[in-house]
């Protein structure tokens, strides 16, 4: 079984801001995940990646915000969506709208 493309789409948040979202279901886990999907989440601001969210090999799941990063603990897509939403929100709210 080869990787099936879930979602991909780019949301325009203001004229310098944008959110850009992969998934992927994978037939194995990722090296360092436990679950079937691969994935990344970005919100660019001037052309900078504030907030990431992603599964890369040998890291697993983690999340990026500003200049740091945590370990984010993947349940499902709809949780990875609403947890990178909030963030964008909470990016704006403390750096000024985007």
Known sequence: MKATLV???????AENAF?????WRVPLPVAASTHAFKYRL???VNGVCVVRYDNEVGKGDHRHFGGKESVYAFTT???LL????RDIARW???NGDA
């Open 7 to 13: 979602a991909r789409t780019r949301i325009v948040h």
């Open 19 to 23: 959110a850009e979202l992969v998934l």
């Open 42 to 44: 970005a919100y660019v």
């Open 77 to 79: 897509p709809d949780a």
């Open 82 to 85: 609403a947890a990178f939403e």
């Open 92 to 94: 704006n709210s403390e």
